[in-house]
């Protein structure tokens, strides 16, 4: 079935450092990839996304890469800030149902 | 001017009784969805609808019926609630018309079954 593995489940790092978060999705047909982010009591929201066609994507100290071959996708956090500490969470869309299966979320910290 | 808003905010309810939990979206989206994050925050889809169609249905125990009166309003409706339901429910809302796939979700509502 569909499925999104996500790794780890936990990454500490020091200001300034940069964090990868990992994800690997088993259905070849999905074709959109977004990334939330959720702090800690409030809701998901969309921080980046990347789509099938696009094998990178950057908005300012964030970036989404996409391997299509390997099925796997990643966030990259540079310059990372306190402000970054929350539950990242990504997730795949099926091609044609806008439905999103998420992966089961890394909770960064970054330590000042 | 809150895009997707759900009430209640937080519910704590004896098991047993029946609650229900609204969500309203003003982005003029045509999609709307009930996610379930359990204490160990797996974020899990229930229900999605689509110009007031049922469009993903998971599997969920009958107990909880979605309804969407427009497609701008989506409503949970949960019969005889369990411990096991506790947990934090998300409205989500997105545009299928537009062809996007982006998702805006709501505050959440923490239901608490005592």
């Known amino acids: 079935g569909e499925n999104v593995e996500q790794h780890p489940s936990t990454l500490s790092v020091q200001e300034g450092d940069s964090a990868v978060i990992k994800c690997t999705y088993s259905?070849?047909?999905?074709?959109?990839f977004p990334w939330y982010k959720q702090e800690l009591g409030k809701r998901p929201q969309l921080i980046i996304d990347?789509?099938?066609?696009?094998g990178e994507k950057k908005d300012q100290r964030i970036a989404v890469t996409l391997n299509k071959t390997a099925k796997h996708f990643s966030l990259h956090i540079t310059e990372t800030q306190p402000e970054d500490s929350a539950v990242y969470f990504c997730?795949?869309?099926?091609?044609?149902?806008?439905?999103?299966?998420f992966g089961t979320g890394t909770r960064l910290k970054v330590l000042a | 001017d809150t895009a997707v808003s759900q009430t209640p905010k937080y519910l704590v309810t004896q098991m047993g009784n029946d609650k229900s939990i609204k969500c309203e979206q003003n982005?003029?989206?045509?999609?709307m969805y009930w996610y379930k994050q359990d204490s160990k925050k797996f974020l899990k889809i229930m229900f999605s609808?689509?110009?007031?169609?049922?469009?993903i249905n998971e599997t969920v125990p009958n107990r909880f019926s979605p309804k969407s009166p427009d497609k701008a309003h989506l409503n949970l409706h949960i019969n005889s609630l369990e411990l096991g339901d506790s947990a934090v429910y998300f409205c989500?809302?997105?545009?299928?018309?537009?062809?996007?796939?982006?998702?805006?979700f709501g505050p959440g509502t923490r239901l608490t079954v005592t």
């Open positions: 989500a809302s997105s545009s299928r018309l537009a062809g996007t796939y982006e998702q805006y």
């Open positions: 259905d070849s047909a999905s074709n959109y």
């Open positions: 990347i789509r099938s066609n696009v």
């Open positions: 997730a795949a869309s099926i091609r044609g149902t806008y439905k999103y299966i």
């Open positions: 982005l003029g989206h045509d999609t």
């Open positions: 609808y689509n110009n007031k169609e049922l469009i």
